[in-house]
């Protein structure tokens, strides 16, 4: 078999677990082939501008346990890679030449839903590409799982145990924002997790009037807090039914911060009780990734280099019924994976007392 040269890319928002997928990649690679490694840089934007460096062996050790990623990311959104642009750059054909001018045979994407929109569109386009699904949203079409989701979990249930016990001693409703704005995979997860009292999600639209009696509830009942858990894209009713440019209208009218401190207000003028936001941000998708998101990565990788070897391109590393394998880009790009309104884990939060501001 000829020496195969692989380019390998992260784009969009970072997660913990980049590196050791970066590293799985490689080292399954390194022993089932002769394989050299081109690490573009910061994305798609290194494939545009021809941004690259020639990765030695030892670049890839160390990786397992990095959060971040070592090859930098950025994000260049789907929507604009046909267009060109005031610089006057028709990035899908700067992205074929640099492609070319790399020699590679392949090229590996590890990212979420746009990045996995472009890899499809260049493999349309004729070049051999692979991709990995990470994201901390868990949205991916076609994978039960994706890399830094759980990693994720973990720090967002940390934030809701902390939480918990400030929210006691001064008897507060604290609400929590998750990240995820189109799926609330996260902030089910965490919410579920830190045993949160309320979880609001893109996917049930909630009543507020819903959420007031919740926390009437628990306060009936001598309990003296309450954890709200908000995804960043939790809507209301009267928005779930809104196009976004007037959804957007309205809340900019309404001059919060975001939904979870309207979320707040309402909850403090309805019961009289002190209501908090927390906003952990970005934090969630800093630092180590969590063991399983080490062993999924490692595992995702190592599949990714079963794909190289057996040239088998124009798919993603998914994992399957449990079980890892691919799915071909055409088939998942551009869809995304929400959580199902009437999921058994949906049902299982609401029948141990969660509430979801729904009926
Ligand atoms: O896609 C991952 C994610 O963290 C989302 O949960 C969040 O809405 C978004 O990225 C934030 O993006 P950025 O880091 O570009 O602000």
Redesign the pocket.
Known sequence: MAKRRVGILTS??D?PGLNAAIRGVAYASFNLMDVEFVGINDGYKGLIDGTYHVMKPDDFSGLLTLGGTILGTS?QPYRNMRVIEQDNVDKVAAMKKHYKEMKLDCLITLG?NGTHKTANLLSEEGLNVIGLPK???NDIYGTDVTFGFHSAVDIATDVVDRIHTTANSHGRVMVIEV???KAGW?TLYAGIGGGADVILLPEIPYDIERVIETVEKRTSKKRKFSIICVA?GAMDLEESVMKKKKRMEKRAAENYASVSYRVADQIQKATGMEARVVVPG?Y??GGSPSAYDRVLATQFGAYAAKLIKDENYGNTVAMIDGKVGCNPLIDIAGKTKFVPADSEIVKTAKVTGICFGDK
Do not use: V
Request: contains cysteine; charged residues 25%.
């Open positions: 969009g928002g997660c994000r979420g994201t901390i949203d990240m995820g704005n996260l960043e970005h969630q998708r």
